[in-house]
Protein backbone atom coordinates (compact mmCIF):
# COMPACT_ATOMS: atom_id res chain seq x y z
CA UNK A 1 0.00 0.00 0.00
CA UNK A 2 1.44 3.66 -1.23
CA UNK A 3 1.98 5.59 1.53
CA UNK A 4 -0.85 8.32 1.61
CA UNK A 5 -0.47 12.02 0.74
CA UNK A 6 -0.45 14.45 3.53
CA UNK A 7 -2.05 17.87 3.37
CA UNK A 8 0.06 20.08 6.34
CA UNK A 9 1.47 16.99 8.10
CA UNK A 10 -2.86 15.72 8.27
CA UNK A 11 -4.02 12.27 6.69
CA UNK A 12 -7.14 12.84 4.63
CA UNK A 13 -10.32 10.38 5.38
CA UNK A 14 -12.84 10.09 2.80
CA UNK A 15 -15.94 8.24 2.22
CA UNK A 16 -19.33 8.49 -0.17
CA UNK A 17 -22.53 7.89 0.23
CA UNK A 18 -23.92 7.92 -3.05
CA UNK A 19 -27.28 7.92 -4.39
CA UNK A 20 -28.05 6.61 -7.93
CA UNK A 21 -31.90 6.76 -9.09
CA UNK A 22 -32.70 3.81 -10.82
CA UNK A 23 -33.75 3.64 -14.63
CA UNK A 24 -37.23 2.04 -13.58
CA UNK A 25 -40.44 3.63 -15.56
CA UNK A 26 -42.52 3.57 -12.68
CA UNK A 27 -41.44 4.31 -8.31
CA UNK A 28 -39.87 1.93 -6.09
CA UNK A 29 -43.50 1.60 -4.35
CA UNK A 30 -45.98 2.91 -6.42
CA UNK A 31 -47.11 2.86 -10.37
CA UNK A 32 -46.69 6.48 -10.57
CA UNK A 33 -44.03 7.65 -13.64
CA UNK A 34 -40.44 8.33 -12.76
CA UNK A 35 -39.59 10.43 -16.07
CA UNK A 36 -37.89 14.00 -15.41
CA UNK A 37 -39.48 17.13 -15.88
CA UNK A 38 -43.35 16.72 -15.13
CA UNK A 39 -45.28 20.01 -14.08
CA UNK A 40 -45.07 20.02 -10.15
CA UNK A 41 -47.08 17.45 -8.14
CA UNK A 42 -48.43 15.88 -11.16
CA UNK A 43 -47.15 12.53 -10.38
CA UNK A 44 -47.14 12.12 -6.71
CA UNK A 45 -49.61 8.80 -5.97
CA UNK A 46 -51.40 8.04 -3.09
CA UNK A 47 -49.34 5.85 -1.92
CA UNK A 48 -45.96 8.06 -2.57
CA UNK A 49 -47.80 10.71 -0.22
CA UNK A 50 -48.61 7.54 2.46
CA UNK A 51 -52.21 8.52 2.33
CA UNK A 52 -54.81 6.67 4.71
CA UNK A 53 -55.66 3.28 3.01
CA UNK A 54 -52.53 2.96 0.73
CA UNK A 55 -49.94 0.08 1.05
CA UNK A 56 -46.63 0.25 -0.52
CA UNK A 57 -45.72 -2.67 -2.93
CA UNK A 58 -41.75 -3.27 -3.67
CA UNK A 59 -40.90 -2.39 -7.73
CA UNK A 60 -39.62 -6.14 -8.98
CA UNK A 61 -37.45 -3.58 -11.75
CA UNK A 62 -35.28 -1.83 -8.82
CA UNK A 63 -34.52 -4.66 -6.93
CA UNK A 64 -33.42 -6.51 -9.60
CA UNK A 65 -31.33 -3.97 -10.83
CA UNK A 66 -29.81 -3.61 -7.30
CA UNK A 67 -28.90 -7.72 -7.79
CA UNK A 68 -27.04 -6.94 -10.83
CA UNK A 69 -25.10 -4.08 -9.04
CA UNK A 70 -24.66 -6.63 -6.25
CA UNK A 71 -22.93 -9.43 -8.56
CA UNK A 72 -20.86 -6.72 -10.61
CA UNK A 73 -19.06 -5.49 -7.47
CA UNK A 74 -18.57 -8.99 -6.03
CA UNK A 75 -20.64 -8.43 -3.21
CA UNK A 76 -23.05 -11.17 -1.56
CA UNK A 77 -26.72 -10.10 -2.43
CA UNK A 78 -28.73 -11.27 0.54
CA UNK A 79 -31.52 -13.66 0.49
CA UNK A 80 -33.43 -11.62 2.33
CA UNK A 81 -33.23 -8.21 3.53
CA UNK A 82 -35.92 -6.05 6.02
CA UNK A 83 -37.79 -2.44 4.51
CA UNK A 84 -37.19 -0.05 7.04
CA UNK A 85 -38.38 3.98 8.23
CA UNK A 86 -36.23 6.46 8.36
CA UNK A 87 -37.75 8.64 10.41
CA UNK A 88 -37.60 12.33 10.47
CA UNK A 89 -39.02 15.77 9.61
CA UNK A 90 -38.54 17.82 6.44
CA UNK A 91 -41.13 19.76 4.36
CA UNK A 92 -40.53 17.41 1.31
CA UNK A 93 -41.00 14.36 3.21
CA UNK A 94 -44.89 13.85 2.99
CA UNK A 95 -44.68 10.44 4.86
CA UNK A 96 -42.76 11.50 7.97
CA UNK A 97 -40.45 8.69 7.50
CA UNK A 98 -38.34 7.68 4.69
CA UNK A 99 -38.78 3.62 3.45
CA UNK A 100 -34.87 2.83 2.98
CA UNK A 101 -33.34 -0.07 4.50
CA UNK A 102 -30.66 -0.52 8.12
CA UNK A 103 -29.89 -3.61 9.31
CA UNK A 104 -29.84 -5.87 6.69
CA UNK A 105 -29.37 -3.78 3.08
CA UNK A 106 -30.19 -5.79 0.14
CA UNK A 107 -26.14 -5.89 -1.05
CA UNK A 108 -23.48 -6.29 1.79
CA UNK A 109 -19.64 -5.84 0.18
CA UNK A 110 -17.99 -5.56 -2.77
CA UNK A 111 -15.34 -3.50 -4.66
CA UNK A 112 -14.63 -0.63 -7.08
CA UNK A 113 -11.42 -0.65 -8.72
CA UNK A 114 -10.21 2.42 -10.96
CA UNK A 115 -6.91 4.38 -12.01
CA UNK A 116 -5.84 7.52 -10.12
CA UNK A 117 -3.71 8.68 -13.30
CA UNK A 118 -1.85 5.05 -13.97
CA UNK A 119 -2.29 4.25 -10.54
CA UNK A 120 -4.73 1.63 -9.58
CA UNK A 121 -6.67 1.85 -6.72
CA UNK A 122 -9.70 -0.19 -4.81
CA UNK A 123 -12.13 0.96 -2.31
CA UNK A 124 -14.39 -1.96 -0.66
CA UNK A 125 -18.02 -0.88 -0.09
CA UNK A 126 -19.93 -1.11 3.03
CA UNK A 127 -23.39 -1.92 1.21
CA UNK A 128 -25.65 -0.93 -1.11
CA UNK A 129 -29.33 -0.53 -0.21
CA UNK A 130 -32.82 0.27 -1.57
CA UNK A 131 -34.44 3.60 -0.98
CA UNK A 132 -37.10 5.96 -2.00
CA UNK A 133 -36.12 9.37 -3.04
CA UNK A 134 -38.09 12.49 -1.02
CA UNK A 135 -39.57 15.27 -2.87
CA UNK A 136 -37.58 18.67 -3.70
CA UNK A 137 -37.95 22.07 -2.27
CA UNK A 138 -37.94 25.03 -4.21
CA UNK A 139 -36.52 28.20 -3.24
CA UNK A 140 -35.57 30.55 -6.12
CA UNK A 141 -39.02 30.96 -7.50
CA UNK A 142 -40.36 32.48 -4.83
CA UNK A 143 -40.09 35.23 -2.66
CA UNK A 144 -39.90 34.56 0.91
CA UNK A 145 -41.60 31.61 0.48
CA UNK A 146 -40.70 27.80 -0.24
CA UNK A 147 -42.27 25.28 -2.64
CA UNK A 148 -42.62 21.97 -2.44
CA UNK A 149 -42.08 19.52 -5.77
CA UNK A 150 -43.51 15.70 -4.24
CA UNK A 151 -42.72 14.65 -8.26
CA UNK A 152 -39.88 12.89 -6.99
CA UNK A 153 -41.23 11.55 -3.55
CA UNK A 154 -41.11 7.62 -3.77
CA UNK A 155 -38.55 7.64 -6.72
CA UNK A 156 -36.66 4.44 -6.47
CA UNK A 157 -32.90 5.07 -4.99
CA UNK A 158 -29.62 2.57 -4.72
CA UNK A 159 -27.66 4.17 -2.38
CA UNK A 160 -24.24 2.72 -2.04
CA UNK A 161 -21.90 3.24 0.78
CA UNK A 162 -18.06 3.21 0.30
CA UNK A 163 -15.56 2.77 3.53
CA UNK A 164 -13.56 5.30 4.74
CA UNK A 165 -10.59 4.44 2.43
CA UNK A 166 -10.19 7.54 0.17
CA UNK A 167 -7.23 10.03 1.02
CA UNK A 168 -8.13 12.43 -1.64
CA UNK A 169 -10.00 14.39 -3.24
CA UNK A 170 -8.73 12.70 -6.48
CA UNK A 171 -8.90 9.30 -5.06
CA UNK A 172 -13.58 10.04 -4.26
CA UNK A 173 -13.50 11.59 -8.02
CA UNK A 174 -11.52 8.60 -9.65
CA UNK A 175 -13.81 6.20 -7.28
CA UNK A 176 -17.05 8.33 -8.66
CA UNK A 177 -16.23 8.29 -12.47
CA UNK A 178 -15.60 4.62 -11.52
CA UNK A 179 -19.21 3.99 -10.05
CA UNK A 180 -21.02 6.45 -12.17
CA UNK A 181 -19.39 4.43 -15.19
CA UNK A 182 -20.31 1.00 -14.22
CA UNK A 183 -24.34 2.04 -12.80
CA UNK A 184 -24.31 3.21 -16.56
CA UNK A 185 -23.00 -0.08 -18.00
CA UNK A 186 -25.04 -2.11 -16.04
CA UNK A 187 -28.08 -0.23 -17.47
CA UNK A 188 -29.83 0.25 -13.90
CA UNK A 189 -28.87 4.29 -14.23
CA UNK A 190 -28.93 7.07 -16.68
CA UNK A 191 -26.20 8.70 -14.65
CA UNK A 192 -27.97 11.95 -15.30
CA UNK A 193 -25.95 14.16 -12.67
CA UNK A 194 -27.67 17.54 -13.96
CA UNK A 195 -30.84 15.81 -13.49
CA UNK A 196 -30.28 14.15 -10.03
CA UNK A 197 -29.44 10.84 -11.14
CA UNK A 198 -26.45 10.08 -9.85
CA UNK A 199 -25.15 12.34 -7.20
CA UNK A 200 -22.90 12.21 -4.26
CA UNK A 201 -22.29 12.81 -0.13
CA UNK A 202 -18.99 13.29 0.91
CA UNK A 203 -17.76 12.23 4.53
CA UNK A 204 -14.70 13.74 5.40
CA UNK A 205 -12.13 13.94 7.97
CA UNK A 206 -8.43 14.39 8.99
CA UNK A 207 -6.39 13.32 11.41
CA UNK A 208 -2.63 12.93 12.07
CA UNK A 209 -0.98 9.95 10.25
CA UNK A 210 -1.80 6.96 12.95
CA UNK A 211 -3.92 8.86 14.94
CA UNK A 212 -7.94 7.70 15.56
CA UNK A 213 -10.13 9.19 12.64
CA UNK A 214 -11.32 12.53 13.36
CA UNK A 215 -15.19 14.18 13.84
CA UNK A 216 -16.22 14.06 9.84
CA UNK A 217 -18.84 16.44 8.01
CA UNK A 218 -20.62 15.26 5.83
CA UNK A 219 -21.36 17.73 2.36
CA UNK A 220 -24.65 16.77 0.69
CA UNK A 221 -25.71 16.59 -2.86
CA UNK A 222 -22.88 17.12 -4.89
CA UNK A 223 -24.21 16.54 -8.82
CA UNK A 224 -20.63 17.01 -10.70
CA UNK A 225 -17.23 15.01 -10.30
CA UNK A 226 -15.67 19.02 -10.38
CA UNK A 227 -17.98 20.41 -7.44
CA UNK A 228 -17.00 16.93 -5.89
CA UNK A 229 -13.04 17.74 -5.88
CA UNK A 230 -13.64 21.16 -5.10
CA UNK A 231 -15.61 20.61 -2.31
CA UNK A 232 -13.35 18.21 -0.94
CA UNK A 233 -10.49 20.34 -0.98
CA UNK A 234 -12.25 23.36 0.72
CA UNK A 235 -13.52 21.46 3.59
CA UNK A 236 -10.05 20.13 4.01
CA UNK A 237 -8.48 22.99 4.42
CA UNK A 238 -11.26 24.48 6.27
CA UNK A 239 -11.23 21.56 8.89
CA UNK A 240 -7.08 21.63 9.32
CA UNK A 241 -7.57 25.54 9.93
CA UNK A 242 -10.20 24.96 12.32
CA UNK A 243 -8.24 22.47 14.37
CA UNK A 244 -4.56 24.21 13.83
CA UNK A 245 -6.39 27.53 15.53
CA UNK A 246 -7.08 25.39 18.29
CA UNK A 247 -11.02 24.59 17.80
CA UNK A 248 -12.49 21.56 17.62
CA UNK A 249 -14.67 19.95 14.47
CA UNK A 250 -18.24 19.29 15.57
CA UNK A 251 -20.17 16.95 13.19
CA UNK A 252 -22.30 18.27 10.76
CA UNK A 253 -24.09 18.72 7.77
CA UNK A 254 -22.96 20.76 4.97
CA UNK A 255 -23.53 22.01 1.62
CA UNK A 256 -21.34 23.70 -1.19
CA UNK A 257 -21.87 26.64 -2.52
CA UNK A 258 -20.41 26.39 -6.32
CA UNK A 259 -20.12 30.40 -6.23
CA UNK A 260 -18.20 30.76 -3.40
CA UNK A 261 -16.72 27.52 -3.49
CA UNK A 262 -17.56 27.18 0.06
CA UNK A 263 -18.58 24.67 2.59
CA UNK A 264 -21.26 25.73 4.93
CA UNK A 265 -22.98 24.30 7.78
CA UNK A 266 -26.67 23.71 7.18
CA UNK A 267 -27.49 21.42 10.54
CA UNK A 268 -25.88 19.30 13.04
CA UNK A 269 -25.21 15.63 11.90
CA UNK A 270 -27.41 13.01 13.28
CA UNK A 271 -26.83 9.40 14.23
CA UNK A 272 -28.72 6.51 13.38
CA UNK A 273 -30.17 6.34 16.32
CA UNK A 274 -31.64 9.38 15.89
CA UNK A 275 -33.65 8.24 12.95
CA UNK A 276 -35.52 5.63 15.29
CA UNK A 277 -35.04 2.86 12.39
CA UNK A 278 -37.49 0.32 13.07
CA UNK A 279 -39.00 -2.35 10.68
CA UNK A 280 -42.24 -1.25 8.22
CA UNK A 281 -44.77 -2.92 9.23
CA UNK A 282 -46.31 -2.30 5.64
CA UNK A 283 -43.46 -4.32 3.82
CA UNK A 284 -42.82 -7.93 4.53
CA UNK A 285 -38.72 -9.21 4.25
CA UNK A 286 -37.61 -9.29 0.68
CA UNK A 287 -36.98 -12.43 -0.36
CA UNK A 288 -34.49 -13.05 -3.00
CA UNK A 289 -34.52 -16.65 -4.71
CA UNK A 290 -30.88 -18.66 -5.58
CA UNK A 291 -32.41 -18.60 -9.36
CA UNK A 292 -33.41 -14.98 -9.70
CA UNK A 293 -29.66 -13.79 -8.92
CA UNK A 294 -28.19 -16.84 -11.61
CA UNK A 295 -31.08 -15.73 -14.08
CA UNK A 296 -29.78 -11.68 -13.65
CA UNK A 297 -26.09 -13.41 -13.60
CA UNK A 298 -26.57 -15.35 -16.80
CA UNK A 299 -27.56 -12.02 -18.40
CA UNK A 300 -24.69 -9.24 -17.20
CA UNK A 301 -23.04 -7.54 -20.12
CA UNK A 302 -19.42 -8.03 -20.19
CA UNK A 303 -18.04 -5.80 -17.20
CA UNK A 304 -15.13 -3.15 -18.12
CA UNK A 305 -12.81 -4.54 -15.84
CA UNK A 306 -12.98 -7.78 -17.93
CA UNK A 307 -13.33 -5.85 -21.47
CA UNK A 308 -10.03 -4.31 -20.17
CA UNK A 309 -8.38 -7.42 -19.89
CA UNK A 310 -9.52 -8.92 -23.16
CA UNK A 311 -8.56 -5.43 -24.99
CA UNK A 312 -4.85 -6.07 -23.28
CA UNK A 313 -4.90 -10.06 -24.50
CA UNK A 314 -6.63 -9.58 -27.32
CA UNK A 315 -5.57 -6.19 -28.57
CA UNK A 316 -2.18 -5.70 -27.03
CA UNK A 317 -3.36 -2.70 -25.52
CA UNK A 318 -1.33 -1.41 -22.24
CA UNK A 319 -3.26 -1.15 -19.10
CA UNK A 320 -3.72 2.33 -19.11
CA UNK A 321 -5.50 2.14 -22.82
CA UNK A 322 -7.42 -0.82 -21.74
CA UNK A 323 -8.88 1.42 -18.79
CA UNK A 324 -9.19 4.43 -20.54
CA UNK A 325 -11.27 3.14 -24.10
CA UNK A 326 -13.74 1.00 -21.55
CA UNK A 327 -14.58 3.99 -19.39
CA UNK A 328 -18.33 4.02 -20.64
CA UNK A 329 -20.22 1.38 -22.64
CA UNK A 330 -20.33 4.03 -25.73
CA UNK A 331 -16.83 4.19 -25.71
CA UNK A 332 -16.01 0.90 -25.80
CA UNK A 333 -17.95 0.21 -28.12
CA UNK A 334 -16.50 2.60 -30.55
CA UNK A 335 -13.09 1.92 -29.85
CA UNK A 336 -14.34 -1.80 -31.08
CA UNK A 337 -15.76 -0.41 -34.64
CA UNK A 338 -12.86 1.64 -35.22
CA UNK A 339 -10.18 -1.35 -34.75
CA UNK A 340 -12.35 -3.97 -36.36
CA UNK A 341 -12.02 -0.90 -39.39
CA UNK A 342 -8.97 -0.84 -39.30
CA UNK A 343 -7.30 -3.55 -37.18
CA UNK A 344 -4.68 -0.81 -35.82
CA UNK A 345 -5.44 -1.17 -32.47
CA UNK A 346 -3.26 0.94 -30.67
CA UNK A 347 -3.31 3.53 -32.83
CA UNK A 348 -7.06 3.61 -32.13
CA UNK A 349 -6.66 3.88 -28.67
CA UNK A 350 -4.04 6.79 -28.92
CA UNK A 351 -6.96 8.53 -31.46
CA UNK A 352 -9.56 8.19 -28.68
CA UNK A 353 -7.46 9.14 -25.87
CA UNK A 354 -5.85 11.96 -27.86
CA UNK A 355 -7.60 14.50 -30.43
CA UNK A 356 -10.56 12.26 -30.08
CA UNK A 357 -11.33 12.97 -26.38
CA UNK A 358 -9.97 16.63 -26.46
CA UNK A 359 -12.51 18.09 -28.95
CA UNK A 360 -15.41 15.98 -27.26
CA UNK A 361 -14.31 17.80 -24.04
CA UNK A 362 -14.47 20.92 -25.28
CA UNK A 363 -17.88 20.29 -26.81
CA UNK A 364 -19.14 18.91 -23.52
CA UNK A 365 -20.39 15.77 -26.05
CA UNK A 366 -20.21 12.40 -25.27
CA UNK A 367 -19.10 9.68 -27.50
CA UNK A 368 -22.10 8.70 -28.86
CA UNK A 369 -22.80 12.05 -30.40
CA UNK A 370 -19.02 12.32 -32.27
CA UNK A 371 -19.75 13.72 -35.58
CA UNK A 372 -17.30 11.31 -37.13
CA UNK A 373 -18.47 7.40 -37.24
CA UNK A 374 -16.06 4.61 -36.19
CA UNK A 375 -15.78 2.87 -39.46
CA UNK A 376 -14.51 6.55 -40.72
CA UNK A 377 -12.04 6.80 -38.09
CA UNK A 378 -10.95 3.40 -38.65
CA UNK A 379 -10.07 4.53 -42.59
CA UNK A 380 -8.30 7.56 -41.79
CA UNK A 381 -6.03 5.49 -39.75
CA UNK A 382 -5.65 2.86 -42.11
CA UNK A 383 -4.29 5.88 -44.83
CA UNK A 384 -2.00 6.64 -42.11
CA UNK A 385 -0.59 3.34 -41.33
CA UNK A 386 -0.24 2.75 -45.15
CA UNK A 387 2.03 5.74 -45.85
CA UNK A 388 -0.60 7.31 -47.98
CA UNK A 389 -0.84 10.68 -45.63
CA UNK A 390 1.38 12.07 -42.50
CA UNK A 391 0.43 12.26 -39.37
CA UNK A 392 -0.29 16.50 -40.14
CA UNK A 393 -2.22 15.26 -42.86
CA UNK A 394 -4.39 13.04 -41.00
CA UNK A 395 -4.98 15.66 -38.43
CA UNK A 396 -6.21 18.08 -41.65
CA UNK A 397 -8.88 15.34 -42.79
CA UNK A 398 -10.05 14.92 -39.32
CA UNK A 399 -10.79 18.51 -39.11
CA UNK A 400 -12.50 18.31 -42.16
CA UNK A 401 -14.42 15.31 -40.25
CA UNK A 402 -15.51 16.83 -37.93
CA UNK A 403 -16.34 20.15 -39.14
CA UNK A 404 -19.30 17.78 -41.12
CA UNK A 405 -17.19 19.24 -44.50
CA UNK A 406 -17.23 15.44 -45.89
CA UNK A 407 -17.39 12.05 -44.63
CA UNK A 408 -15.27 10.30 -47.51
CA UNK A 409 -11.21 10.06 -46.21
CA UNK A 410 -10.25 9.21 -49.47
CA UNK A 411 -12.36 11.98 -51.37
CA UNK A 412 -11.27 14.69 -48.59
CA UNK A 413 -7.26 13.46 -49.12
CA UNK A 414 -7.22 13.92 -52.70
CA UNK A 415 -9.51 17.55 -52.34
CA UNK A 416 -6.94 18.99 -50.01
CA UNK A 417 -3.72 17.86 -51.92
CA UNK A 418 -2.57 15.74 -48.84
CA UNK A 419 -1.42 12.44 -50.02
CA UNK A 420 2.22 11.50 -49.42
CA UNK A 421 4.50 11.02 -52.08
CA UNK A 422 5.29 7.36 -51.89
CA UNK A 423 6.65 6.42 -55.30
CA UNK A 424 10.53 5.23 -54.73
CA UNK A 425 11.51 6.39 -58.08
CA UNK A 426 9.98 9.82 -58.04
CA UNK A 427 11.64 9.99 -54.56
CA UNK A 428 15.00 8.53 -55.46
CA UNK A 429 15.46 11.47 -58.34
CA UNK A 430 14.57 13.87 -55.30
CA UNK A 431 16.94 12.56 -53.06
CA UNK A 432 19.73 12.30 -55.60
CA UNK A 433 19.13 16.31 -56.37
CA UNK A 434 19.12 17.18 -52.91
CA UNK A 435 22.30 15.42 -51.87
CA UNK A 436 24.08 17.35 -54.56
CA UNK A 437 22.91 20.64 -53.78
CA UNK A 438 24.00 19.79 -50.39
CA UNK A 439 27.60 18.71 -50.12
CA UNK A 440 28.58 20.22 -46.98
CA UNK A 441 25.57 18.70 -45.33
CA UNK A 442 26.83 14.94 -46.97
CA UNK A 443 30.26 15.85 -45.83
CA UNK A 444 29.39 16.19 -42.25
CA UNK A 445 26.93 13.56 -41.80
CA UNK A 446 30.07 11.12 -42.89
CA UNK A 447 32.11 12.85 -40.46
CA UNK A 448 29.63 11.59 -37.53
CA UNK A 449 27.17 14.74 -37.53
CA UNK A 450 23.69 13.36 -37.04
CA UNK A 451 22.53 16.85 -37.01
CA UNK A 452 22.86 16.78 -40.64
CA UNK A 453 21.20 13.74 -41.81
CA UNK A 454 17.55 15.34 -40.62
CA UNK A 455 18.74 18.49 -42.36
CA UNK A 456 18.94 16.64 -45.67
CA UNK A 457 15.66 14.79 -44.82
CA UNK A 458 14.28 18.43 -44.43
CA UNK A 459 15.53 19.22 -48.02
CA UNK A 460 13.49 16.66 -49.23
CA UNK A 461 10.88 17.29 -47.91
CA UNK A 462 10.61 20.94 -49.17
CA UNK A 463 11.94 19.51 -52.45
CA UNK A 464 8.97 17.76 -52.52
CA UNK A 465 6.84 20.67 -51.08
CA UNK A 466 6.30 18.37 -48.22
CA UNK A 467 4.79 15.61 -49.56
CA UNK A 468 7.36 13.01 -49.68
CA UNK A 469 6.52 10.08 -47.02
CA UNK A 470 9.27 11.09 -44.48
CA UNK A 471 10.24 7.74 -43.31
CA UNK A 472 10.56 6.41 -46.75
CA UNK A 473 12.69 9.74 -47.70
CA UNK A 474 14.94 8.53 -44.60
CA UNK A 475 15.23 5.15 -45.93
CA UNK A 476 16.56 6.01 -49.11
CA UNK A 477 18.50 8.83 -47.35
CA UNK A 478 20.23 6.33 -45.46
CA UNK A 479 20.57 3.81 -48.10
CA UNK A 480 22.08 5.98 -50.42
CA UNK A 481 24.33 7.91 -47.72
CA UNK A 482 25.99 4.75 -46.46
CA UNK A 483 26.39 2.95 -50.00
Not at 32 to 58: I, M
Not at 407 to 429: C, F, N, P, R, Y
Not at 471 to 480: I, N, P, S, T
Amino acid sequence: MSTPQLIRGYEVVIGLETHAQLSTASKIFSGASTAFGAAPNTQASPVDLALPGTLPVPNRGAVERAIRFGLAVGAKVARQSIFARKNYFYPDLPKGYQISQYEIPVVQGGVIEFLVGEQKKRVNLTRAHLEEDAGKSLHEDYHGLTGIDLNRAGTPLLEIVSEPEMRSSAEAVGYARALHALVVWLGICDGNMQEGSFRCDANVSVRKPGAPFGTRREIKNLNSFRFLQQAIDYEVQWQIEQIEDGLSIEQATVLFDPDSGETRAMRSKEDAHDYRYFPDPDLPPLVIAPEWVERVKAEMPELPAAMAERFQAQDGLPAYDAGMVTQSLAFAAYYEAARDACRQPKLVANWLMGEFSKRLNAEGRGIEEAPVAPATLGALITRISDGTISNNGARQVFDALWSGEGSDVDALIEAKGLKQMSDTGALEAIVEQVLAANEKSVAEFRAGKDKAFNALVGQVMKASKGKANPALAGELLKKRLQG
